[in-house]
């Protein structure tokens, strides 16, 4: 069934990403390179693929009600796209931290046993 | 909110979609601003600008493909993705010219059908009564209860009561009177018979009428003895006075005296009636009821309909008309003009409406077929755009722009159709289009237009918009075919197949009853034959008994001398003409009988085909030699003599002893149409008497009668030229055949006949293109299977008898419940029928049988094209 596998692959791929992204915007608002630069920085730049695809995987999480956002000036002046952690977003942040610590819980069990 | 922030948030959206930016630019924008800030760290960290910024973008990806797929997740504004969705199906529309311009005509047709039949409803039915608040003008009779008949008998108010109604502090109807007026003769340069009516001097405020020049009917004019006046309607005054405004004050000769036309009516108001006199009421007539004078009324404001007839019971309770006080149980009858004007014929309008509806439905599957067909093939082209993150509701709003591109396309086409064929249908149709308010495409019937288009694109898209945004994504994908969605709209088009059919087959099976009703109706057996005369209708322009006498009788003998004529007479009424005049007669032992009196000049009876009964018929011979002659129809000559024979007895006709010489059989003067009329006109009692009019009698026009022989050329002409030759100054009105006058008789029943039978045929052919299509979709795409099992050995014949065998399945099925529609639908009709019953099997297994076998043709045409094909050439095909 390569379809159903291929599904879950780039499911799961896109709930990491979303869930860095979500815990990277759980400590203020910040426009999308800001985003960028703090999820190479805590990944140690495993994750990095190309840049842009980090901005459908944010209008997406926008979409779905996770993130707000509105056009503000950065501190050197430029005008910049900002994004907020909604309520809907912290609670889909908080579902998806315990999920993924119970699943990497279980994957350590199995590796360690 | 700030209405002023709303309408520049309004303008910045179409500054947005104008100059491109909008969202599009938002993202573009945002972008652009993450690289200009990595090329900026990376300068910070020595890397020189130039190098910096390739480096930055190289490390963001493809700025334009992340721009597009933001776009795609994102969606631009409402507007935006309008749209983006309106460009990118025109493109798609365009693409396939074959696909659209089916799907476009198709629409059109339904579309344009159904918007001129509304239009000629909302004119005929809904708002006939152009005028202000027409729904507090209403009709006026009295209900008197006949304890021998379910319904009351109504008569028309009497002078007194309308003087009374009018006499009271407040009535509660402002009364305008009317009646229609004989036919006269207008004297001028070029001589003519005109029609009107002669009205009060309140009927034309009731409309809120004002005259066009002068003035209308006045109080003073409609009193014995004023001055005669005249008012002109609009058409006439253009005809005769070329719109001139000295026409006002002229003398117009009618019946030989003189009008002084006072004023002109404006076009909107029945243009084609010529004349309108005042009315005027004599006195013997002053307080009888029912005197056929009819009376209109504008209720007051406010008013209902049961309070009006109430007050106005009240009121006339009191008043004494010709002796006799309202008998118990009398009512006043208010009635609205509106359902005076539309009564009987929503019928027809909703049958009509609803065979439009049937034939925008069949359109709608069409279209709907064709669409899904086509969608098996873009199965590859919404799978990627649903894997670049293109949500389900996003790809059904896109599918759903292309569908109402094509219904507006469609209705702006059927807009053009029913804009071009609205007079033809007006003129053509069996309702009741007045001068006053004509059919027009206007905002109503345009916003009913709209309203059906959206409907309408809704309906053929969202199926299989639905349906296809469904579909499996990956799989199309991996396989990338064409071939995909071929069992997914198969099996959906063999359910638009059945339908289409079943729609079709209720609307064939009205056209079948009505064709085999009609057929029926014109073959019915008069007694006299239509086919076997001509006639003319001239008269003298000298309004006088004398000159009239002399000119019928000179003019049938001068045709009776032309060689090619078998037989010439005249007739007051002829058959088929619908007027009759009824008189007393008593026989020489005392019986009275009230019969139907038709004057006639000898050879009347020879050119219509009759043969006498019994006795002889008269002659030229009969009219110089002192004695009065008439002959009886066989059910008078029974009523009167049932005994022995009638030829030979001597009855008493308005005071004169006139011989009775000959019987002549019954005929039907009605037409075979005749079960709605009462049985005193369907089976009149009829004497014929010879035309000898005294000096006192009114001048009545005869009907000239001509049975020609076999070869008589350019007959018409010549009895034109003959009424013209006669007299000294002579009105030809026209020369008809005696078919004419049957037709006329069975307008409606043409029409209808006509009509349904066109809207049947047209559902049929939408139907035939729509399975025809689906097929050949449907058979393209199996153009590799069929190569297949062709190289292995399959004929061509075995491959067409099982596509044909394939579709028989829902065209039965279809037939099926078409027939139950059919069943339940044509009762609808019943009072359409003559002579057949709403289940008539026959015409039932015709419509049935002949729809089957056209749409088998349909699908065998492009079966037996895709399997003629060669067997390598398919295999190669993807």
């Known amino acids: ?113 | 909110m700030n209405p002023f922030g709303l309408w520049a948030r309004f303008r910045a959206r179409l500054r947005g979609l104008v100059h491109r930016d909008g969202v599009a630019g938002e993202i573009r924008e945002e972008l652009e601003f993450h690289v200009r800030m990595r090329a900026e760290d990376y300068e910070r960290a020595g890397t020189p600008g130039p190098v910096a910024i390739a480096r930055a973008r190289r490390r963001f990806g493809n700025l334009a493909l992340w721009q597009d797929n933001g776009y795609d997740v994102r969606g631009g504004g409402v507007m935006e993705t309008i749209v983006q969705d309106l460009k990118y199906g025109a493109r798609l529309l365009i693409r396939q010219p074959g696909f659209s311009l089916i799907a476009v005509l198709t629409l059109a047709l339904g579309i344009g059908v159904t918007t001129a039949i509304t239009s000629v409803i909302d004119a005929a039915l809904l708002h006939p009564l152009p005028y202000a608040r027409p729904e507090e003008l209403v009709h006026l009779t009295v209900a008197v209860p006949r304890p021998d008949r379910p319904t009351p008998s109504r008569y028309g108010f009497s002078a007194l009561d309308v003087e009374t109604i009018r006499a009271q502090s407040n009535p509660p109807v402002d009364i305008g009177q009317w009646d229609t007026a004989d036919q006269m003769i207008a004297d001028g340069p070029e001589p003519e018979r005109l029609r009107g009516y002669e009205i009060d001097a309140r009927y034309l405020g009731l409309f809120g009428v004002v005259p066009h020049r002068g003035r209308g009917i006045q109080e003073a004019d409609t009193r014995e003895g004023a001055s005669r006046v005249v008012v002109i309607g609009y058409g006439y005054w253009q005809r005769r006075f070329g719109g001139r405004d000295d026409a006002i004050g002229q003398q117009l000769r009618l019946d030989n005296e003189n009008h002084e036309i006072v004023g002109v009516l404006p076009p909107a108001f029945y243009r084609n009636t010529a004349l309108w006199l005042p009315l005027k009421t004599s006195s013997v007539m002053f307080a009888r009821r029912g005197s056929g004078v009819s009376n209109y009324a504008r209720l007051r404001r406010g008013l209902t309909l049961d309070q009006a007839a109430n007050e106005l019971t009240g009121i006339l309770s009191n008043v004494e008309t010709a002796g006799e006080t309202m008998g118990p149980g009398s009512r006043v009858h208010v009635e609205t003009l509106l359902a005076r004007e539309t009564y009987g014929y929503w019928t027809t309008g909703n049958i009509l409406l609803g065979s439009a509806g049937l034939i925008l439905l069949i359109a709608c599957v069409n279209v709907a077929g064709l669409l899904l067909a086509r969608g098996a093939t873009r199965m590859h082209e919404i799978a990627i755009r649903t894997s670049i993150g293109a949500g389900r509701g996003r790809l059904v709003r896109q599918l759903l722009t292309e569908s109402l591109m094509l219904a507006a396309a469609g209705a702006a086409l059927g807009l053009v159709l029913a804009w071009w064929t609205l007079d033809t249908l007006v003129t053509n149709i069996p309702l009741p289009v007045s001068t006053n308010a004509p059919a027009t495409l206007n905002a109503r019937v345009l916003g009913f237009s709209v309203i059906l288009t959206v409907v309408t694109g809704v309906l053929f898209g969202l199926a299989p918009a639905l349906r296809l945004s469904r579909a499996r994504v990956s799989g199309a994908l991996a396989r990338g075919s064409r071939r995909t969605g071929a069992s997914l709209s198969r099996r959906g088009g063999n359910w638009l197949i059945g339908m289409e059919i079943a729609l079709a087959l209720v609307l064939i099976t009205g056209a079948s009853l009505m064709l085999k009703s009609f057929s029926r109706l014109m073959s019915v057996d008069l007694g006299f034959r239509p086919d076997s005369y001509v006639t003319l209708q001239a008269s003298p322009a000298e309004f006088q008994s004398s000159v009239f006498a002399t000119y019928y009788t000179n003019l049938v003998d001068a045709i009776r001398q032309w060689p090619d004529v078998e037989a010439a007479g005249a007739v007051n009424h002829l058959p088929l003409m619908g007027s009759s005049s009824y008189q007393q007669i008593t026989t020489d032992d005392g019986k009275k009988l009230s019969v139907t009196v038709r004057r006639t000049l000898p050879g009347y009876f020879e050119a219509i085909g009759l043969t006498p009964l019994e006795g002889r018929l008269p002659q030229v011979s009969d009219l110089t030699s002192g004695r009065r002659v008439a002959v009886l129809n066989q059910r008078a000559a029974k009523r009167l003599f049932p005994e022995g024979r009638a030829a030979g007895r001597v009855i008493t006709h308005v005071k004169e002893p006139t011989e009775v010489i000959g019987v002549v059989p019954d005929l039907k003067n009605l037409g075979g149409n005749d079960g709605s009329m009462p049985s005193s006109m369907r089976e009149p009692l009829e004497l014929f008497a010879t035309y000898q009019p005294a000096p006192t009698d009114r001048p009545e026009p005869m009907v000239v009668v001509v049975r020609p022989k076999a070869n008589a050329a350019a007959l018409p002409e010549r009895l034109r030229q003959a009424a013209l030759a006669v007299g000294p100054r002579a009105i030809v009105e026209r020369v008809r055949l005696g078919t004419d006058w049957l037709d006329a008789t069975v307008t409606t029943p043409r029409r209808r006949t006509v009509l349904l039978s066109l809207l049947g045929a047209l559902g049929l052919l939408l139907t035939l293109i729509g399975v025809s299509g689906m097929t050949a979709y449907a058979v393209a795409r199996r153009t590799q299977e069929i190569g297949v099992r062709m190289a292995f050995g399959a004929t061509a014949a075995d491959v067409v008898r099982e596509m044909v065998r394939g579709a028989a399945w829902p065209v039965a099925l279809g037939i099926a419940a078409g027939l139950g529609g059919a069943w339940a639908a044509t009762r609808l009709i019943s009072t359409f029928l003559f002579q057949t019953r709403p289940t008539d099997v026959p015409a039932f297994a015709v419509a049935a049988g002949g729809l089957a076998v056209a749409a088998l043709i349909a699908v065998w045409i492009p079966a037996r094209r895709a399997a003629h094909v060669d067997p390598v050439i398919s295999l190669r095909s993807e």
């Open chain 1, 1 to 113: 069934m390569p379809k159903k596998a291929s599904k879950t692959n780039s499911d799961q791929l896109h709930g990491a990403l979303d869930m860095l992204v979500l815990k990277v915007l759980a400590d203020g608002p910040l426009h999308g390179y800001a985003i960028a630069v703090r999820l190479e920085r805590l990944t140690n730049e495993i994750l990095a693929v190309e840049e842009g695809s980090l901005y459908p995987a944010l209008y997406r999480m926008e979409s779905r009600g996770w993130l707000s956002s509105e056009w503000a000036v950065t501190d050197t002046g430029r005008r910049a796209r900002f994004y907020r952690l909604t309520r809907a977003g912290r609670t889909q942040l908080a579902a998806e931290t315990e999920s993924w610590q119970r699943l990497t819980t279980a994957v350590a069990s199995v590796l360690e046993s």
